[in-house]
């Protein structure tokens, strides 16, 4: 079973800076395609980040710059360092993995819908 649990959600000023932590508990962590996700109120949910096995990284092209995917492996760990926020950027937060045979660009790609495993989500609000 896996299971993945997601925190450092927090209520920022415009400007500031977080860290969001996905635990991931699984057989086969290393071989999972990963992403974050979010969605705002009255919003669809939007992808922010894709990781894939290999590391390669993907980002929607309003957060490029801002925004950067890590994971430590060691650790089972996938991380969202956002900086530079913006109200717009408020938001549930979630992390999602799948670990369906995927290719690089597949996984950096990768749709909401076809990810297998997601977090019950971590709260980011950022006020003006």
């Known amino acids: 079973q896996v299971q993945l649990v997601e925190s450092g959600g927090d209520s920022v000023q415009a400007g500031d800076s977080l860290r969001l932590s996905c635990s991931v508990s699984?057989?086969?962590?290393?071989?999972?395609?990963m992403g974050w996700f979010r969605q705002a109120p009255g919003k669809e949910r939007e992808g922010v980040a894709r990781l894939s096995i290999d590391g390669a990284s993907s980002y929607a092209n309003s957060l490029k710059g801002r925004f950067t995917i890590s994971k430590d492996n060691a650790l089972n760990s996938l991380y969202l360092e956002m900086t530079s926020l913006k109200p717009e950027d408020t938001g549930m937060y979630s992390c999602?993995?799948?670990?369906?045979?995927?290719?690089?660009?597949?996984?950096?790609?990768?749709?909401?819908?076809?990810?297998?495993?997601w977090g019950q989500g971590t709260q980011v609000t950022v006020s003006s």
């Open positions: 699984g057989p086969t962590y290393r071989r999972y395609c």
């Open positions: 999602a993995a799948t670990d369906f045979p995927i290719t690089q660009r597949s996984c950096l790609d990768l749709a909401g819908r076809n990810f297998r495993y």
